[in-house]
């Protein structure tokens, strides 16, 4: 048996004003299977001593530590629970400057939370009838699964019982099913090298559970046991020495991600040009590919607004960033802008946090207290750097001063009217590393792609990046992106359950790559499948390692593609309205089934599907074959639904099967809906004043 180290909360042995006094002693896993002992006596230990197999429980000195628990109501069914060790200080009401939180006058509350109850020995805690410690639950000899709070050697866990039927949702973009009943996960964020590697870029500690929302406040590593190893127990473990967790009530579950906004943050409307297509290629290698793109896009009749430029921008474009343009493959960038945007183009350009040691920059940063420094004073290295050898800095968001640094470098291009950056990366955090603020590399490694997209974003011209990584809080820096998918059908379905589990973590705009980002270039067939799915997410990007412009793969693929891109346009006053309701109310665009339709038990486990806002109903279809195939829809309850190409009549709660051509996807709209539409054009600019869009709008449909 390894050492007693962790500490198991026992009872509840005093009151100090608004803290429960804790008592706990140390404990450790079963060493012959599952359960926890303590060194205390069988009986205190709520041993069975009739069950004739059990093994024999050998005692000991049983220490004993003290903690904190302090839960208070934030809001009308909203409380908050701290745990801590006595001697350490209680976790700060605004979090410590950790960027999760926004202001909101509940966090600093001192009045008890009513939702919260508590059994003082053997210890156990409710929230109502939200939810209930897992402590309880025991194997056949009487040891205890899991503690239903346990601290110590510097992380902290708590418990959770599944009553029977209860399905948890969330994590952040995790890219296996919605549901993650059995699911074991790790909320490290990594560059997770594809959608299909059992890592995120975009981990949230937030999740879903029957009646409840549970935020998770912590930047730290977090493990997740999701009935995994008793499907009636979820334990979280936190590698922080306190707990500080949000358990939000209610309402059903929209009402509870708005109230989650409430605490993180909503995300702030794109502008409207960002909700046209966007065309991207790793990588356009010169000025005349990029421009041949453009011509080649009006050319056909695709329309498009932003046209974006991967790192061949820069002159050493291998994992830096350093603003050196390179005027030998991008010469005079200030005319191609120019004459981009005379065809109605904006110009979006691609970053990382990482400056090469080969670039001037790198000792500029350096001289300047600007990069990532390991305890002995010298500088770090981000994580997979690449072939080369050279390491790679980081730029240390945690530090004011190398926040506006960074800014600084962008300045001279939004001057030259590059309209939004690419944040790609963020995950390397090394977890040698100390920040200015003194945490550790591993601490910060999932704050950091959250003041990374901050960072940029607040120097942004129009209140936009792209990202790939983030955490709680992520969704008011819009917008994110979903990673590399693998071109194939695994690579498009972990795409779209990224993409809905994201959307219940983090609430406001998401997209990914059109086409899949890496592997074999896709078949036409797939790529179509691919772009009917992504004309109709939030945002639109086709983008891969091959190229991606609809011409390259046949005239079916162009015309098909062109007819999807000129429907999103025509959605464009949907997608605006959308986009402000979802803001002002803290919901995504992208939405499960489940959201939309709580009460209808038909939706529960459907996650090839979604709602793009309340009133449309797509479905996705994952086959490469060019014939017509045969695709089976459910369409849910409390609403008769139109078939979005026939105009028929359907009525919900049922399932259809339907035959779809390549031409088409199962597309339905609410029956008792407007649809606003609006004209065709080839870029938003051709709009009254862009933002005007909804009022260009023909009849709704």
């Known amino acids: 048996m390894r050492p007693l180290v962790p500490n198991l909360v026992r009872r509840v042995v ?5 803290d429960l006094l804790l008592d706990a002693v140390p404990y450790a896993p079963l060493p012959w299977g599952p359960g926890a002992v303590t060194a205390e006596p069988a009986e205190e230990q709520g041993l069975e001593g009739d069950v004739p197999n059990r093994p024999p429980v050998v005692g000991g000195i049983v220490e004993h530590h003290r903690a904190r628990l302090r839960v208070t109501e934030v809001a009308p069914d909203v409380a908050r629970l701290r745990l801590w060790a006595e001697a350490d200080p209680m976790p700060a009401d605004d979090g410590g400057g950790l960027g999760m939180l926004i202001e909101h006058p509940g966090l600093a509350s001192t009045d008890p939370s009513p939702l919260f109850q508590v059994d003082e020995h053997p210890f156990a805690f409710r929230f109502r009838n939200l939810l209930r410690s897992g402590g309880g639950r025991r194997q056949v000899h009487g040891f205890p699964l899991a503690p239903a709070l346990a601290f110590g050697d510097g992380q902290v866990s708590v418990s959770i019982e599944l009553a029977p039927g209860v399905d948890v949702l969330g994590f952040g973009e995790q890219h296996g099913r919605l549901i993650k009943n059995g699911q074991r996960l790790e909320l490290r964020n990594e560059d997770a090298l ?14 879903h559970a029957g009646d409840a929302t549970v935020f998770i406040h912590t930047p730290a590593v977090l493990r997740a046991d999701v009935g995994a190893t008793d499907p009636t127990l979820l ?11 949000f358990v939000i009530g209610g309402g059903p579950l929209k009402h509870r991600l708005s109230r989650y906004a409430d605490l993180t943050g909503r995300s702030p409307v794109p502008p409207a040009w960002a909700f046209g297509l966007w065309m991207s290629r790793c990588r356009y290698r010169t000025r005349d590919e990029v421009m041949e793109v453009a011509r080649c896009m009006r050319e056909h009749r695709v329309p498009c607004d932003v046209l974006h430029i991967d790192p061949d921008w820069l002159e050493l474009d291998h994992l830096n960033c350093d603003f050196v343009w390179s005027e030998r493959k991008y010469p005079d960038p200030a005319g191609m802008i120019s004459e981009l945007s005379r065809l109605g183009y904006r110009v979006s350009l691609w970053e990382l946090p990482y400056i090469d040691s080969a670039s001037p920059l790198y000792e500029e940063a350096a001289r300047a207290g600007s990069l990532v420094r390991r305890g002995d004073g010298s500088a770090a290295a981000a994580d997979k750097t690449g072939s080369d050898g050279r390491p790679r800095g980081l730029v240390d968001f945690s530090r004011p001063a190398a926040r506006r640094w960074w800014q600084d470098q962008h300045a001279s291009l939004f001057e030259m009217g590059v309209a939004v950056m690419k944040t790609d990366f963020g995950e390397g955090l090394p977890e040698d590393a100390v920040m200015a603020d003194g945490r550790s590399g591993r601490t910060w490694r999932n704050l950091y792609p959250l003041w990374y997209n901050r960072t940029v974003w607040e ?3 129009h209140g936009l990046v792209w990202g790939r990584s983030g955490w709680a809080g992520s969704q008011r820096y819009p917008a994110q992106w979903g990673g590399d998918p693998e071109t194939s059908l695994a690579g498009m379905v972990s795409t779209l359950w990224g993409g809905l589990s994201y959307s219940l973590s ?3 705009f998401w997209s990914h790559d059109i086409g899949g980002f890496y592997g074999r270039p896709p078949t036409p067939e797939l790529y179509i499948r691919w772009a009917q799915f992504g004309l109709l997410s939030p945002l639109a990007r086709a983008h891969g390692l091959s190229p991606r412009e609809p011409w390259n793969f046949g005239p079916r693929a162009l015309a098909i593609f062109r007819d999807f891109v000129e429907l999103r346009y025509r959605l464009l006053p949907y997608f605006l309205r959308v986009a402000r309701q979802s803001s002002e109310l803290g919901l995504p665009v992208l939405r499960p089934l489940l959201l939309e339709f709580p009460d209808d038990p038909g939706c529960r486990r459907i996650d090839l599907q979604y709602m793009l806002g309340p009133d449309l109903l797509v479905c996705p279809v994952f086959s490469e074959s060019s014939e017509p195939v045969h695709a089976d829809v459910y369409l849910p309850a409390g609403a008769d639904w139109v078939d979005w190409w026939t105009g028929e009549m359907q009525p919900g709660g049922r399932w259809l099967r339907v035959t779809v051509p390549l031409e088409r996807l199962p597309l339905y709209r609410r029956a008792d809906a407007e649809i606003e539409t609006g004209p065709v054009v080839q870029h938003t600019g051709e709009l009254a004043g862009e933002s005007g869009t909804a009022d260009l709008s023909s009849p709704p449909v």
């Not at 594809?194 to 999740?207: I, L, R």
């Open 194 to 207: 594809g959608t299909g590697t059992g890592h995120t870029y975009k981990g949230v500690p937030v999740f």
């Open 235 to 245: 334990v979280i473990e936190v590698e922080e020495p306190a707990l500080d967790m």
């Open 14 to 18: 005093g009151r100090d004003g608004v």
């Open 506 to 508: 983090a609430p406001g």
């Open 459 to 461: 120097a942004s011209p």
